[in-house]
């Protein structure tokens, strides 16, 4: 009988399902087919390698079948995977799997709410959203509408590095940069930002896409239109804090959105108006990080929020005066600050410091610094790493093509390559995909 203290992280899902299956002689348990980290392709794959294992001894495995129906996340399958479930023979000759068919078939029809449907996380991959960039001709800069994720990252010869983009859906009219976006339930949340350069030009809509149903769906607008903002996914919620309204005024209100009733609703304020600022979650908590105050005034804090009770001080950030168009994630237990502007004596210039608090010790401390300027750039993470994705320069103008990522145990900044053009204002996140969408 194989030994569940094998360590199966390493080794491909359907496979040690199999050979778990397979050398299973007593009533079996399937905990490894609840293993998130175990890597898989696609969630098919897990249905087939069950559906595999009954049929080779239906008579004595089929009182299995419910239970084995149990481990499969069919939300995660796009429609082409789900009218294979629906078509199996195995599940509509036996009582055993109705369920499984009707919950394929309510998921095809739109019918069945997906939440709490967590990807196995392998399988996720970096994509951009939006932003805006130089046109061809380089008369004048404009929005766009392409999502992007990265289908390998390549490593040449000597310093030479390279990432291999693809194409992966266009974003609903109209294009979208200075906006924000979350993942919940492994499904893309679209927020706000502007579609041109005008002050009308700022947005409320919300959009989503499912990477399992390829669909796009439009939700409720946010309360407020908002540009240069922050985002975060906390317990089950999508919440947005703070912005620019209107080139004019800037935003202190707090809206979150909770996907089961299809609602947004308002939070505890910040302290003051601020735009430019970044947010980040960690160990259960949010935290808000410097930002531009209505004055213009670049701000060093940070904030511990709470949407009952608000804001409340922490220690502020220690390279330089203050500092706004940044990214902050949570790496490893910590906050990582990177990129954005800082004040001189007179106006504004680069910031290329990066630093890292402790929340335990409530201290910064310092990170290498970026070796190229990044203002305003997406930013993601993935395995304990922070990935750095365009953005401008203060100083220069000139937007940026480089993805750095950062690998807090060996503190060292890795140039990966660059993106499909320069995009400036962009955002990142990391989705699961399906087969269907890597191509």
Same mark, same amino acid.
Not at 10 to 15: A, E, K, Y
Not at 195 to 215: E, T, W
């Given at each position: %009988?194989?030994?569940?203290?094998?360590?199966?992280?390493?080794?491909?899902?359907?496979?040690?399902?199999?050979?778990?299956?397979?050398?299973?002689?007593?009533?079996?348990?399937?905990?490894?087919?609840?293993?998130?980290?175990?890597?898989?392709?696609?969630?098919?794959?897990?249905?087939?390698?069950? %559906?595999?294992?009954? +049929? +080779?001894?239906?008579?004595?495995?089929?009182?299995?079948?419910?239970?084995?129906?149990?481990?499969?996340?069919?939300?995660?399958?796009?429609?082409?995977?789900?009218?294979?479930?629906?078509?199996?023979?195995?599940?509509?000759?036996?009582?055993?799997?109705?369920?499984?068919?009707?919950?394929?078939?309510?998921?095809?029809?739109?019918?069945?709410?997906?939440?709490?449907?967590?990807?196995?996380?392998?399988?996720?991959?970096?994509?951009?959203?939006?932003?805006?960039?130089?046109?061809?001709?380089?008369?004048?800069?404009?929005?766009?509408?392409?999502?992007?994720?990265?289908?390998?990252?390549?490593?040449?010869?000597?310093?030479?590095?390279?990432?291999?983009?693809?194409?992966?859906?266009?974003?609903?009219?109209?294009?979208?940069?200075? @906006?924000?976006?979350?993942?919940?339930?492994?499904?893309?949340?679209?927020?706000?930002?502007?579609?041109?350069?005008?002050?009308? #030009?700022?947005?409320?809509?919300?959009?989503?896409?499912?990477?399992?149903?390829?669909?796009?769906?439009?939700?409720?607008?946010?309360?407020?239109?908002?540009?240069?903002?922050?985002?975060?996914?906390?317990?089950?919620?999508?919440?947005?804090?703070?912005?620019?309204?209107?080139?004019?005024?800037?935003?202190?209100?707090?809206?979150?959105?909770?996907?089961?009733?299809?609602?947004?609703?308002?939070?505890?304020?910040?302290?003051?108006?601020?735009?430019?600022?970044?947010?980040?979650?960690?160990?259960? +908590?949010?935290?808000?990080?410097?930002?531009?105050?209505? @004055?213009?005034?670049?701000?060093?804090?940070?904030? @511990?929020? #709470?949407?009952?009770?608000?804001?409340?001080?922490?220690?502020?950030?220690?390279?330089?005066?203050?500092?706004?168009?940044?990214?902050?994630?949570?790496?490893?237990?910590?906050?990582?600050?990177?990129?954005?502007?800082?004040?001189?004596?007179?106006?504004?210039?680069?910031?290329?410091?990066?630093?890292?608090?402790?929340?335990?010790?409530?201290?910064?401390?310092?990170?290498?610094?970026?070796?190229?300027?990044?203002?305003?750039?997406?930013?993601?993470?993935?395995?304990?790493?922070?990935?750095?994705?365009?953005?401008?320069?203060?100083?220069?103008?000139? #937007?940026?093509?480089?993805?750095?990522?950062?690998?807090?145990?060996?503190?060292?900044? #890795?140039?990966?390559?660059?993106?499909?053009?320069?995009?400036?204002?962009?955002?990142?996140?990391?989705?699961?995909?399906?087969?269907?969408?890597?191509?």
């Amino acid at each position: %009988m194989l030994s569940w203290r094998w360590k199966v992280e390493s080794v491909s899902l359907p496979i040690v399902l199999y050979l778990l299956l397979v050398e299973t002689t007593s009533e079996p348990s399937f905990a490894v087919g609840y293993k998130d980290e175990l890597r898989v392709d696609s969630e098919v794959v897990v249905f087939r390698a069950l %559906m595999s294992w009954v +049929e +080779e001894d239906k008579a004595h495995k089929m009182t299995n079948l419910q239970g084995l129906l149990q481990i499969v996340r069919f939300p995660l399958m796009s429609p082409a995977e789900l009218e294979e479930v629906e078509g199996c023979s195995l599940l509509r000759r036996n009582a055993e799997g109705r369920e499984a068919l009707q919950i394929a078939r309510k998921l095809l029809k739109g019918n069945q709410k997906v939440t709490g449907c967590k990807p196995r996380t392998p399988n996720q991959v970096l994509v951009l959203v939006g932003g805006d960039s130089v046109n061809d001709n380089f008369e004048r800069r404009e929005p766009n509408r392409s999502l992007w994720f990265a289908q390998r990252f390549l490593r040449g010869e000597g310093l030479i590095r390279t990432i291999e983009w693809e194409p992966l859906v266009q974003l609903p009219e109209p294009p979208r940069l200075r @906006h924000c976006v979350c993942v919940l339930d492994n499904c893309l949340y679209i927020l706000g930002g502007r579609k041109y350069y005008g002050k009308l #030009d700022i947005l409320k809509s919300v959009v989503r896409f499912s990477p399992a149903q390829g669909q796009w769906e439009c939700l409720p607008d946010m309360a407020s239109p908002r540009d240069y903002f922050a985002a975060v996914c906390w317990r089950g919620k999508v919440f947005v804090l703070g912005g620019n309204r209107d080139d004019t005024n800037y935003l202190d209100s707090v809206e979150y959105y909770t996907p089961e009733d299809n609602t947004w609703r308002s939070a505890h304020p910040l302290d003051t108006p601020i735009c430019g600022h970044a947010a980040a979650t960690l160990d259960g +908590e949010i935290f808000i990080s410097g930002g531009c105050d209505s @004055h213009l005034r670049c701000l060093p804090s940070l904030w @511990h929020y #709470d949407p009952v009770y608000g804001c409340s001080n922490r220690a502020p950030m220690a390279s330089g005066a203050g500092r706004a168009g940044h990214v902050m994630l949570a790496v490893r237990n910590q906050l990582v600050v990177a990129g954005g502007l800082q004040p001189l004596q007179v106006g504004f210039g680069d910031q290329l410091q990066c630093e890292a608090y402790d929340v335990m010790q409530n201290r910064w401390m310092p990170l290498p610094p970026l070796p190229r300027p990044h203002l305003s750039p997406a930013a993601t993470s993935l395995d304990g790493m922070l990935y750095v994705l365009g953005g401008s320069s203060s100083d220069s103008g000139y #937007d940026t093509p480089w993805v750095y990522r950062y690998d807090p145990q060996d503190k060292f900044w #890795d140039k990966l390559g660059t993106m499909p053009r320069a995009y400036a204002d962009l955002a990142a996140c990391m989705l699961q995909l399906p087969i269907s969408l890597r191509g």
